[in-house]
């Protein structure tokens, strides 16, 4: 990035965003802030307030609003004396606090500013970012054509790491066409995340874009299909030592459309094993409990059965 090249004779400042590691956010928050003393010694204004929004970013993420809101009220008081792309960043991450504390009235104009913003300075990247999250801030009919416009923009960037957005886009929108049962235009995008993850090269990526593939297929009743792809996708989780619970879901899903209930009994009981303990299931109590009844898991076990 830019301000990450310090002063003249100084030590080279490192580039924080490639440290981001989302899923532990406490290890990020940790990280950045070793950088801070160098950040302060540097003066080098723009990198230690961009620094301070991704501090703020992995609070937030944390759930620790109030000390990411004080992170971000530092930032703010030097604003007069930064850049445009540090504006974008405080607002985006300011938004974002918002947004995760419930408060998605107070988040919305933030995003828009940080969008306005990021178009006329040429901040692809993080226009990108402000527009995805207008749409994920936004009620479900007006999602669709903010998502659209964040993949507009990405797919129209010179800038790759603007472009790598894509990935992630096809996969909201195909989502936001599914949910409204628009199964052509879910299973369109679907396969257009596919295709860019196998690019990118990522294998975790790449079977988490063919599973949605094939989940798709089945609601479009191309049932064989749909199950040969999600067997197909069980032998390289167990080659990689691995178990998803989704993809046994799904596959006693496809088992049960083809009459097939006896041999499904046992992977909806397998799925039920590794989906109850998954915390993004937590609010998805009837899913479970179908699981559960279907893989006849409650059954206790007696001699003879």
Not at 55 to 78: P, S, W, Y
Not at 142 to 151: D, E, I, S, T
């Amino acid at each position: 990035m830019g301000v990450a090249d310090g002063k003249a004779g100084k030590t080279k400042l490192p580039d924080f965003d490639s440290l981001w590691d989302y899923d532990h956010p406490d290890a990020s928050e940790r990280k950045f802030r070793e950088l801070l003393p160098s950040a302060l010694d540097s003066r080098d204004f723009p990198y230690l307030t961009q620094l301070l929004t991704q501090i703020a970013r992995a609070e937030g993420l944390q759930r620790k609003f109030q000390d990411a809101h004080e992170t971000l009220d530092r930032v703010e008081k030097g604003l007069d004396k930064t850049d445009d792309k540090t504006r974008v960043r405080y607002l985006l991450e300011r938004g974002r606090v918002f947004n995760s504390s419930g408060k998605r009235d107070e988040a919305r104009p933030l995003f828009s500013q940080a969008l306005d913003l990021a178009v006329k300075t040429k901040d692809n990247f993080n226009a990108v970012d402000a527009a995805h999250m207008i749409a994920i801030a936004e009620p479900t009919e007006k999602q669709l054509q903010w998502n659209l416009k964040a993949l507009d923009l990405a797919e129209n960037s010179a800038d790759e790491k603007a472009r790598k957005w894509k990935g992630s886009l096809y996969n909201n929108i195909g989502w936001t066409y599914f949910e409204q049962e628009q199964y052509e235009e879910s299973l369109l995008m679907f396969e257009k995340a596919r295709e860019f993850q196998e690019q990118q090269g990522d294998p975790t990526k790449i079977m988490i874009a063919k599973w949605c593939v094939a989940k798709t297929l089945r609601m479009m009743d191309h049932t064989e299909e749909a199950l040969e792809m999600q067997r197909d996708l069980y032998e390289q989780y167990q080659a990689a030592g691995r178990r998803s619970g989704y993809v046994y879901e799904e596959i006693a899903e496809c088992l049960t459309v083809m009459g097939q209930e006896q041999e499904a009994q046992g992977w909806f009981a397998a799925a039920y094993e590794e989906l109850s303990k998954d915390p993004r299931l937590a609010d998805e109590q009837d899913r479970l409990n179908r699981l559960k009844e279907l893989g006849k898991v409650s059954r206790p076990e007696t001699p003879g059965h």
